[in-house]
């Protein structure tokens, strides 16, 4: 990942994860081992409107991917984005999204599957009449969950929150230090 402190890598050999950090100087070798996580468990954190929880990391998972549970309100949408560097999985737990890829809409319910892989312009919308929830599923997974980790607020309680204003300056540069553009509003 480059960025202004330097770059990092995590890397997976031999059932050993390797993360390195080239301004820190560190090399951090952690076995990868088999690893479960239960509904309540994983950081949750609010992010645009959205309660998001952590299930897995690029560091949990050897480099392989991360994924988040995601739980947003009617008319909840993303800005429309590019990704540089991954690709991102969606699998609709409850309720119904509208992904926009590349000016194309998909509507997608319950036990729907999507894929959208990174340099490709999209978005989603929640446009079903209740509160959806699907897995994000973003390989490797370095760049939506650190942004979002870094955008987002710990959730005080694991419920959507209530609506605020996001900071589209601090969310445009943090989009870009994970390689991710935002390119306007989702378009209708």
């Not at 309720?95 to 892989?117: A, E, H, N, R, S």
């Not at 300056?169 to 390689?179: F, G, S």
Request: hydrophobic residues 40%; glycine residues 10%.
């Amino acid at each position: 990942m480059q960025g202004d402190e330097g770059w990092e890598a995590t890397i997976a050999i031999d059932q050993i994860t390797v993360s390195i950090n080239s301004s820190k100087g560190v090399a951090l070798l952690t076995p990868l081992i088999p690893r479960s996580v239960v509904e309540a468990e994983g950081p949750a954190f609010w992010f645009l409107d959205s309660l998001c929880v952590v299930k897995a990391t690029t560091e949990s998972t050897g480099g392989a991917f991360s994924m988040v549970h995601h739980t947003a309100p009617p008319g909840h949408a993303t800005p429309y984005h590019l990704h540089h560097v991954e690709d991102e999985a969606f699998y609709i737990l409850d309720g119904q999204f509208t992904f926009i890829c590349d000016g194309k809409k998909t509507v997608v319910g319950p036990g729907g599957y999507m894929f959208l892989p990174r340099g490709i312009p999209h978005g989603i919308r929640v446009s079903g009449s209740t509160p959806s929830t699907m897995l994000i599923l973003a390989t490797p997974g370095t760049g939506f969950v650190g942004m979002m980790q870094e955008m987002a607020e710990p959730a005080m309680e694991r419920v959507i929150p209530p609506h605020k204003a996001p900071d589209f300056e601090k969310l445009t540069k943090l989009c870009a230090k994970y390689q991710i553009d935002i390119l306007g509003p989702l378009p209708d």
